[in-house]
């Protein structure tokens, strides 16, 4: 039999409030009047995310979850798609704090832009609620910047202000169309057609995974000009309207996928029929302009997961912290220590790397990288997506093993968060797709040696020690790695993608773990010992219990 200590009342729940190391993130990356105004948002949004739109998640996920209604009484086609009230809420309430407009307009009270590090902030605070409404968040994201970056001024005015609104104007939440069935990751064999007539783009054709499909007020969708190549090199980028003078344009919702999780997002398979469309840039340089968008979205994608690992920590340390077995506090037992431990470690470590990462996405998109920089942008974000998402099932994992038989409980969050959570590994690329780009960034930029040279740089800044010893001798031995791996034949280097991408994560959050360490020591230095022994698998059997030794000074602080 279970038995819990009798809980006593708590205040409000808040995301941000006890998140020191969100906290020390924005610090060091945002200017005193920015960082009081994100403060004092973030604050505001961590006790909504964590509060209402927590109770609309569940909501949402168990009874309310998207429907179709696709005829109307007279039996014509209305691909209208149902969301509850609560869902309804969030969306209002979220793109109010700017989380995407922000990044493409001033705030009022700062009389400048935000930055994409403040929005994935609000994303990471969201995501440990609602990481499936985080998923329109991120395609609206997407469109705002294929919009700003790529359409010409025309264009840019007739949908940026909608796409970007925080209550200002109407709200056009957006969509990214890519797969085809015929294609699924193969973009290139998409066969979705646009003809001009009399002046007008018309798309012909289906989409057979088009998320917030009958929510968005606009897509971005790739379609093949007449008489254009095959191939990749053969698609353009379109700006879609879901709606023209209040009537569906062209489009059609065959259904809506069953999704094992995120179901606050409606994803369907959407057919165009003469829809009306908006050319998007260089006609020929459509795929182009959409990997683009799909970086800023794997970013969103990592944010998510460490949203989620971030959950499912809290939540095993609330329930180790309340369970009381075999005459004792779960919290008392070293395995337990142990497990909450290394998650903390590795949680805490990689939050601050994919937060390097944004800072870094942030230099790219505002044009002030270098070339290596902006070849290193893009390494570090399919090495870290793919670490991340991996790491968010496995912490759902171990917080229903916490739990025990109650985590399997839909009572619980932590069924929604492992269902959550298996999607990340497949969205915005799947680890054998992330492979390949790495693969391409070695095979044509070198990226291994810029990746190399930075490491090297930043760990020549710090001071020695034994965990820098340990740091250095694995950045010795990937060096190599590396470079063999640059020579191998096509077949070897696919074979060997997926291990090699995630050893480089692991020493790129072993660095970060050594300057977070250097900087703030206390509990950092502690949680940095923690990680490298975990990562590098450095404990020899009966040695020091390190995990257990800290714990309770890291689970105190």
């Known amino acids: 039999m279970v038995v819990l200590k009798g809980e006593a009342p708590k205040g409000k729940r808040n995301f941000f409030t006890d998140d020191q190391t969100l906290k020390l993130i924005l610090a060091e990356n945002l200017p005193n009047g920015f960082l009081d105004y994100a403060n004092k948002e973030l604050k505001e949004f961590g006790e909504l995310a964590a509060g209402v739109i927590d109770e609309r998640a569940r909501h949402t996920d168990r009874e309310g979850a998207p429907k179709l209604e696709k005829y109307d009484r007279l039996g014509e086609d209305i691909s209208h798609v149902w969301v509850n009230e609560g869902y309804k809420k969030t969306v209002e309430e979220t793109y109010r704090t700017g989380i995407v407009g922000f990044v493409h307009k001033e705030i009022p009270e700062l009389g400048h832009k935000g930055n994409y590090l403040y929005s994935f902030a609000q994303g ?12 329109p968040v991120t395609l609206t994201m997407a469109t705002a910047y294929l919009l700003e970056h790529f359409a010409d001024e025309e264009l840019k005015r007739k949908f940026l202000p909608h796409v970007a609104a925080t209550g200002d104007v109407e709200l056009f939440e957006g969509a990214t169309f890519l797969t085809e069935r015929q294609g699924g990751s193969d973009v290139g064999a998409n066969t979705v057609e646009a003809v001009l ?27 093949r000009l007449k008489g254009a190549s095959e191939g990749s090199k053969g698609l353009t980028l379109f700006a879609v309207p879901w709606r023209v003078e209040g009537e569906l344009n062209g489009i059609k919702i065959r259904r809506l996928k069953d999704k094992l999780g995120v179901r606050a997002v409606p994803s369907g398979e959407v057919e165009f029929d003469g829809a009306e469309a908006y050319l998007v840039g260089d006609p020929a340089k459509g795929l182009k302009y959409m990997m683009e968008a799909l970086n800023l979205s794997r970013i969103c994608n ?45 949680h805490e470590t990689e939050t601050a790397a994919i937060f390097d990462l944004i800072a870094l996405y942030d230099r790219v998109t505002a044009g002030t990288a270098t070339p290596e920089e902006t070849v290193l942008n893009r390494l570090l974000i399919a090495i870290l997506k793919k670490e ?55 095979n044509k930029f070198d990226a291994h040696k810029i990746f190399i040279v930075h490491i090297t740089d930043r760990l020549k800044k710090l001071p020695p020690s034994p965990e820098w010893e340990t740091v250095s001798g694995k950045l010795k031995a990937l060096h190599e790695e590396l470079d063999a791996y640059a020579s191998y034949g096509y077949d070897m280097q696919t074979f060997e993608a997926k291990a090699l991408m995630q050893r480089m994560a692991w020493l790129f959050e072993s660095l970060i773990a050594l300057e977070w360490a250097h900087k703030y020591g206390g509990i950092y230095q502690l949680l940095t010992e923690v990680f ?18 800290y714990f309770s000074e890291v689970f105190e602080d």
């Open 388 to 442: 991340s998402a991996e790491q968010a099932i496995h912490f759902s994992h171990e917080a229903i093993e916490m739990h025990g038989g109650n985590g399997y409980i839909e009572d619980f969050v932590t069924p929604r968060l492992l269902r959550d959570a298996q999607v990340l590994t497949v969205w915005e690329g799947t680890a054998n797709i992330l492979g390949l780009e790495l693969i391409r960034l070695i």
């Open 197 to 223: 007539e009399e002046g007008v783009y018309r798309l012909s054709g289906e989409k057979y995974f088009a998320s917030n499909a009958g929510m968005a007020g606009v897509a971005m969708v790739l379609a």
């Open 532 to 549: 490298l022994e975990t990562t590098w698998n450095t404990r020899s059997t009966g040695g020091e219990m390190k995990t257990v030794k």
């Open 124 to 135: 990471y605070l969201l995501s440990q609620s609602e990481p499936g409404f985080y998923c």
């Open 302 to 346: 990592a944010v998510a997961s460490i949203g989620i690992t971030k959950r499912a920590l809290s939540e095993a340390t609330e329930y180790a912290e309340r369970r009381n077995a075999f005459g004792h506090q779960l919290m008392e037992f070293p395995m337990v220590k142990d497990s909450l431990m290394k998650l903390r470690a590795k």
